[in-house]
């Protein structure tokens, strides 16, 4: 359905410009700055901050469609406890209501087929109007934006003869709402960036990206509303199940520093037939955030400080990072010609020791002997999250659980049944709805959210066996909960009493098989970064940049199969813009036996982000059914920044596809290797056994995969730092992950009889299974 959207009434107030820094031509020198010592930072001192809500725009009686003017400004915060400096951090809040500008921004709530308009402004600049530089260094290196290439050289990796310093322009943004099925024009793309509207761009800056102009005329003619500078108008249509999506700044080549800097916050969408809330605890606060509340919201990330409150990001090798960095300086050829040639700031993955929730660090939750209900992101630039509860913060790794997690939804939607868990794996960008139960708790007690994921690029395996957790001094400390009495009755269900849950239904049958691949590719500066591309004829990578031509280009309507192979030596979060997909299972690469393993029992519900491991095919099914460009990548941030990012394009189905040669080797027949069109579509069903069930929704978790059999898997050419990964352990071993899944018809407690344990066992050892390599 297409909305045209009413004239707005009434007024509400002029903007309210947030105090920010001046800044001298928008350019700020910065000193050299001492990092912060993490055990100067006093832990579970500071309460948790549980995200109000954001206000709508007044002025819209009687509309069928909610209204929001949402800015992006500089402000301080109080991010570290009191005692120590505030940090200058990025918000975003409600334009003309100084007071909701926060870092994480307020939480937007919205209905299922309500829909939402938001205008979405650069306010990046300081009293006077000039434009604020950028918090974090900029590396202008990499295939960003890049204003200052005016409108032929922006969207692009511009060519050095001398090592540039950061950039130090105005910044371009552009939001993106993961997890939202939108229109082409509303998706947030890379290269539909905006600068603020300030008085003193410099001239021949490009002020918008590439696609801006275009999506706006767009949004003109589809919905009567023009954007202004320095803004962007997004529609959307919300007609998705209820779910756990996320807003955050997208824009080319800067979304990890622009996030960093602060620019996230959560979108609850809710109601609809896939919902359950009077069965579930609590609800999010009102617009004024006070009151108790148990359904919260929490974003987990990681960062490092300076001494004086500033955040601080790495460039180059530090103990924060992991990776080959770019190191080549310019140099002369032999005809005595300078090469273009530059070394890049950039890092390939980000790794801070101090954990901040909601945007405090290492905050402390009271909460009643009740049951809560807690929507967790991993909201880090490269860490994955393995979460525990545990009764002693520095318990030796891996800890015993104190209580476990029930999960009950995934970044989609719930799952078919809920799922007891004794730890919780997050990568980035990923989303767990969970009910944790604290009843019989006694007052005073205290529990603690702890982190045994590494402190380095997660390759799978067990903490404390296939890696060392966390450190439990810093990173592997998140949260305290501290129980304090009774204020009113829980009238919510146990959590193992809740039954089957309203899972959206799981897409069709498939009709196309694409195989793609994550692997690594060197750039012109000898500097070496993970890519997506094609599977060539012989199951080889072909590696291609965000720059080349569209390769995957779905009909309308159509349900794919995309198999994700994974040249790396380490895991991958794939995120796919505009749709849900479904997680049919994943195998070795080099195993010539059907060995494949159904998705982990906490990714049976609808899916937009999931974890390709190393030197396997991840396989994951969507439906795309809206016409458009959108995007799939990488949401490792230093990743997706980098090149392991890319297009695709959604056809009419009176379109025929292109596949487009290889722009850099037009010879090469096996660019890239054309997707299978199965005669028979049921060929692309996952096994059976353990998979989904055949009556149009999520099937039954408990499937019996026990015969999993011996898998040995010849390393090969691209698995050089992955060691042996051919012990895959006993896959009747209940592991490391499920307990159980909930009592539900046809689904056994595995608490309560003999028969199903090992059944239920199986199911959770694939879990162990799926990240022990």
Known sequence: MWWTLPKKTGRTGAPVVAPAPDSVAGVVVRAAQEELDPSRITKYVTPLVVPAVMPTDPGYPDSEIDYYTIGARQFQQQ????????????????????????????????????????????????????????????????????????????????QFTTKPGPYTGPVPLVTHLHGARAGEESDGHAEAWYLPDAHDIPDGYARVGSYYEEFAEQYADEFGVRWTPGTASFFYDNDQPASTLWYHDHALGMTRVNIYAGLAGFYLLRGGAHDLADALPGSAPGEGGQGRSYEIPLLIQDRTFNVDGSLRYPTGPSPHTEGEHSTVEPATSGTGTREVISTSLWIPHYFGRVMVVNGNTWPNLDVEPRRYRFRLLNGCNSRTLILKLADNPLATRPANPALPLWQIGGDGGFLPTPVKLRQLLLGPAERADVVVDFTGLAPGTNLYLINEGPDTVFRGGLPGKDFPPADPNVSGQVLRFHVVDLVSEDTSVPPDKLGHLPTPPRPGEATVVRRLSLSETRLPDGSKVPVLGGVG????????????????????????????????????????????????????????????RPPEVWETGPKDTVIAYTQEITRIKATFDRPGLFTWHCHLLEHEDNEMMRPYQVVGQDEEPEYPEDPDHPEDPDYPADPDYPEDPDETEPPEDGGPADDGDYGDVSGDIEDIGDIDIDDGDHADDIGDISDIGDTTDVGEWVDDVADVPGVADADGADDTGDTVGEQGAQGARAVRR
């Not at 005692?83 to 926060?102: D, I």
């Not at 921004?105 to 600049?125: S, Y």
């Not at 895991?571 to 690469?589: D, M, N, T, Y």
Request: aromatic share 10%; with cysteine.
């Open 79 to 158: 991010v570290l406890p009191r005692g120590l400096p505030r940090t200058t951090v990025w918000c975003y809040g409600a334009e003309g209501q100084s007071n909701t500008f926060s870092y994480p921004g307020r939480t937007i709530e919205a209905r299922v087929d309500r829909p939402i308009q938001v205008t979405w402004v650069n306010g990046l600049v300081d009293r006077r109007g000039n434009f604020l530089p950028h918090l974090l260094p900029v590396d202008q290196t990499l295939h960003w934006a890049n204003p200052p290439g005016g409108e032929q050289g922006r969207d692009s990796r511009p």
């Open 537 to 596: 004829q012989a199951g080889e990578p072909v590696p291609m940049h965000w720059h080349h031509p569209v390769s995957e280009n779905p009909r309308v309507g159509d349900t794919e199969i995309w198999e994700l192979h994974n040249y790396t030596d380490h895991a991958h979060p794939i995120h796919l813009h505009q749709v849900s997909f479904e997680v049919l299972g994943r195998k070795p690469f080099f195993d010539e036996g059907d060995h494949t």
